[in-house]
């Protein structure tokens, strides 16, 4: 027993929770049960019902998912929203133009009628959160094989979800947790009037660009403000001029107090994806697979398009957003790497697995019920590496490599639709790929995509072997005699893909022989039956890694069930909690937890696309005018926190132990960069842009004074006037239970 209970401790501390409870992205339901106790500790004064409640408005109701991938909070009683300038890059770049480049210059809405619409895009807010795991693992027996057990769960999880949004506007989706041990379900309403209000120009919100990505100090104003709009009736509504701001049930009172190292910070947000439960199979499959291909080929790729960026502003307009995704995970993709190398990342997975082994083999029952999870996890990993590999190459090269092919499978559909010939069928796809083609060509430059196809082709017929190639490298083995990159000329000379003229010509009299003669749309066809061919030989692998997945999750937990372990990320609603604290990087390096504008100043560099500074702001800073967002003659730009957070977090509140906004969080630092796979207590760091520096830029730099005087400011002479209720905020409002 001796043994066990030591080796029970070294997992707490190979996971970091018993030392360290601010690692962690915590469930909303649980806090009262798991983390009241420790975040009262470490400052916060309100309780679990101000945080998350169903019947009273609380800090979950100012939070939405911001578009597809980010998260926003709302700032306003009149729908107000906060984001990261990263997270409304590509709608800032959707209304910008050499006449009017919003990226360059920065807008500003003075009023409501200046906000500028976003087909497509839309904030959704979490209604609820419920428990479902009884109902459906009572449903599932251990002799069911994986295909039978995904087939029921899902079966019973469109029960729960048609029962959760019959006789209302609802959507609902339950989602596993702990690699499928659990289930939740998750209520949401959708609201799709978003417009955009303001935004710094460039230099100030993308200041530091690729260079400081991902690094510490960072000196960026990364924000943007939208509004959401509902009906007259207070409903979610599509745009329309009729629309009204939208009526909150909470927004966030905004701090201009400031913050000092220790001060209780926590983040609520959407957290995109972790592993922290990877084994060290896992580690091995994407150090050798993953990283290796993404940082190469997006490497080579971004090269062409930068190049081409800078010679003509046009295509700088037309590839920003585009160029700032790919760049983003790539450079992600480098430090995760050296981060997993450099902090042995892999021996401590060993060390876990090998205390999970002893723990499993040590009990007749355990072995049979656990016994077989690491096996089915490596030899799935190894047995299927070829194909996965081929996969990435494919994904990276061909359908995010070159969009002229990519593009050619908006079309996909459209040729089904031709092959029946129904006349009225047939109008309406002409008119969508209409759409798309309006949409595609304002942001495409055929001489970009020319050059980058060419590379991209050749590197994926370098990369992977002949028989994972799709069909149309046998027509340039045949036709070409071998010869991509004439391949390539062709497609450009001749498809109707590659120019917005032709393209609109043809669907002014779409003929199917025409669109399946097509080089471009050939070419994503064999690519679209190649991905799928090597899904299917994946699929023989992917059930024994998930059980194995779902088995190891499972054994981990029960070894200690008095070791509170939390789900990996999975894009729904999380809170972490922490302190703001400086770190130390390495040898003789400490870093603070604050920046200021100085260091702005300090980077400049003219002749540097991503160190130029904003004329007006090297204005404000030679005459030390910051009005009441500076403290001790600095302006305050960004601050750390050791609050755990990932991607789909950009754009997440920082908020103080009063629940009020104190910064947004835009960042992680480059020395645990593999914080994804196993957090770092003492290196792992949130980084945000203090809401000072966001109310400066909105003031000094934009002028939008309106926009401040909408917010509700909290000073150090303007405190709560008792617990759980802000001055002229909190709306204790009725909120309908679906059962």
Same mark, same amino acid.
Request: proline fraction near 3%.
């Given at each position: 027993?001796?043994?066990?209970?030591?080796?029970?401790?070294?997992?707490?501390?190979?996971?970091?929770?018993?030392?360290?409870?601010?690692?962690?992205?915590?469930?909303?339901?649980?806090?009262?049960q798991l983390n009241m106790g420790k975040m009262t500790e470490l400052g916060l004064e309100l309780s679990a019902e101000e945080i998350y409640s169903i019947n009273n408005s609380s800090l979950k109701d100012a939070i939405v998912i911001f578009g597809g991938g980010c998260t926003g909070e709302l700032v306003s009683d009149e729908g107000l929203l906060l984001t990261n300038h990263h997270c409304g890059y590509g709608r800032i770049q959707a209304h910008s133009s050499t006449e009017h480049n919003y990226l360059e210059d920065g807008f500003w809405a003075m009023t409501k009628e200046e906000e500028l619409a976003n087909p497509g895009l839309k904030v959704t807010f979490l209604v609820r959160l419920e428990n479902v795991s009884d109902r459906i693992n009572d449903s599932l027996t251990t002799e069911m094989t994986e295909d039978e057990r995904n087939e029921q769960i899902n079966n019973i999880s469109a029960e729960i979800e048609n029962e959760a949004t019959e006789?209302?506007?609802?959507?609902?989706?339950?989602?596993?947790?702990?690699?499928?041990?659990?289930?939740?379900?998750?209520?949401?309403? !959708?609201?799709?009037?978003?417009? @955009?209000? *303001?935004?710094?120009?460039?230099?100030?919100?993308?200041?530091?660009?690729?260079?400081d990505n991902w690094e510490w100090p960072r000196h960026t104003g990364d924000f943007s403000i939208f509004r959401v709009y509902m009906s007259p009736d207070g409903k979610p509504a599509e745009y329309s001029e009729d629309n009204v701001p939208y009526k909150p049930k909470h927004y966030l009172p905004v701090s201009v107090k400031g913050v000092k190292k220790g001060d209780f910070a926590m983040v609520l947000g959407y957290p995109g994806g972790t592993q922290r439960y990877m084994t060290s199979f896992g580690i091995d499959d994407i @150090?050798?697979?993953?990283?290796?291909?993404?940082?190469?080929?997006?490497?080579?790729?971004?090269? !062409?398009?930068?190049?081409?960026?800078?010679?003509?502003?046009?295509?700088?307009?037309?590839?920003?957003?585009?160029?700032?995704?790919?760049?983003?995970?790539?450079?992600? #993709?480098?430090?995760?790497?050296?981060? @997993?190398?450099k902090l042995n990342v892999k021996a401590k997975k060993q060390e876990t697995e090998k205390i999970f082994t002893d723990w499993v083999n040590a009990d007749a029952t355990r072995k049979d019920k656990y016994g077989e999870a690491l096996n089915l996890i490596e030899s799935s990993l190894k047995n299927s590496a070829e194909y996965n590999s081929a996969s990435w190459y494919l994904m990276e090269c061909i359908l995010r490599g070159s969009e002229i092919i990519s593009f050619a499978g908006k079309a996909l559909t459209f040729s089904d639709k031709l092959e029946a010939g129904n006349a009225d069928e047939i109008e309406k796809a002409v008119e969508s790929l209409r759409n798309s083609g309006k949409s595609f060509f304002k942001n495409y430059n055929a001489p970009t995509d020319h050059k980058a196809s060419k590379l991209m082709l050749n590197m994926f017929a370098q990369g992977v072997p002949a028989e994972y190639q799709p069909t149309f490298y046998y027509t340039i083995a045949k036709k070409y005699k071998g010869n991509i990159d004439e391949y390539v000329d062709r497609m450009f000379e001749k498809s109707i893909f590659a120019d917005e003229d032709r393209f609109n010509a043809f669907l002014d009299n779409p003929k199917l022989k025409s669109l399946n003669k097509d080089i471009a749309f050939q070419s994503f066809l064999s690519t679209y039956m190649q991905y799928f061919e090597l899904a299917d030989l994946m699929a023989e692998y992917s059930g024994d890694l998930?059980?194995?997945?779902?088995?190891?999750?499972?054994?981990?937990?029960?070894?200690? +069930?008095?070791?509170?372990?939390? +789900? =990996?990320?999975?894009?729904?609603?999380?809170? #972490?909690?922490?302190?703001? =604290?400086?770190?130390?990087?390495?040898?003789?390096?400490?870093?603070?937890?604050? &920046?200021?504008?100085?260091?702005?100043?300090?980077?400049?560099? +003219?002749?540097?696309?991503?160190?130029?500074?904003?004329?007006?702001?090297?204005? @404000?800073?030679?005459?030390? =005018?910051?009005?009441?967002? *500076?403290?001790?003659?600095?302006?305050?730009?960004? %601050?750390? &926190?050791?609050?755990?957070?990932?991607?789909?977090?950009?754009?997440?509140?920082?908020?103080?132990?009063?629940?009020?906004?104190?910064?947004?969080?835009?960042?992680?630092?480059?020395?645990?960069?593999?914080? =994804?796979?196993? %957090?770092?207590?003492?290196?792992?760091?949130?980084?945000?842009?203090?809401?000072?520096?966001?109310?400066?830029?909105i003031d000094k730099i934009g002028g939008a004074t309106q926009l401040i005087e909408e917010m509700d400011l909290v000073t150090a002479t303007k405190e709560k006037t008792e617990r759980g209720q802000l001055n002229l905020n909190t709306q204790h409002t009725e909120v309908e239970i679906v059962n």
């Open positions: 027993m001796k043994r066990f209970t030591s080796l029970l401790v070294g997992i707490s501390l190979i996971f970091n929770l018993s030392s360290r409870a601010d690692e962690g992205m915590w469930l909303l339901s649980m806090l009262d006789g209302n506007h609802y959507q609902a989706k339950v989602k596993s947790y702990f690699g499928g041990n659990n289930f939740y379900l998750l209520v949401y309403e !959708i609201y799709k009037d978003v417009r @955009l209000v *303001g935004a710094p120009p460039s230099s100030i919100g993308k200041y530091g660009y690729d260079t @150090l050798s697979i993953k990283h290796p291909i993404m940082i190469k080929v997006r490497g080579a790729r971004q090269e !062409i398009l930068w190049k081409d960026m800078l010679a003509d502003e046009k295509v700088m307009i037309q590839y920003a957003s585009k160029y700032s995704g790919s760049s983003n995970y790539w450079k992600n #993709s480098i430090g995760q790497k050296k981060g @997993l190398e998930k059980k194995g997945r779902r088995l190891y999750i499972a054994g981990l937990r029960e070894m200690d +069930p008095d070791l509170v372990l939390y +789900p =990996d990320a999975n894009f729904t609603m999380r809170l #972490s909690y922490g302190t703001v =604290d400086g770190y130390n990087a390495r040898d003789a390096v400490y870093y603070d937890y604050y &920046t200021t504008l100085e260091g702005v100043m300090e980077k400049e560099d +003219p002749d540097n696309y991503e160190f130029i500074v904003d004329e007006k702001l090297k204005e @404000l800073y030679k005459k030390k =005018d910051y009005g009441i967002y *500076g403290e001790n003659n600095t302006m305050p730009v960004c %601050f750390l &926190t050791n609050n755990d957070i990932t991607g789909g977090n950009s754009g997440s509140p920082m908020i103080n132990a009063k629940g009020e906004l104190i910064g947004l969080a835009f960042d992680g630092n480059w020395e645990a960069m593999s914080g =994804d796979i196993a %957090f770092e207590p003492e290196l792992q760091r949130t980084i945000g842009v203090d809401i000072r520096y966001v109310l400066f830029i």
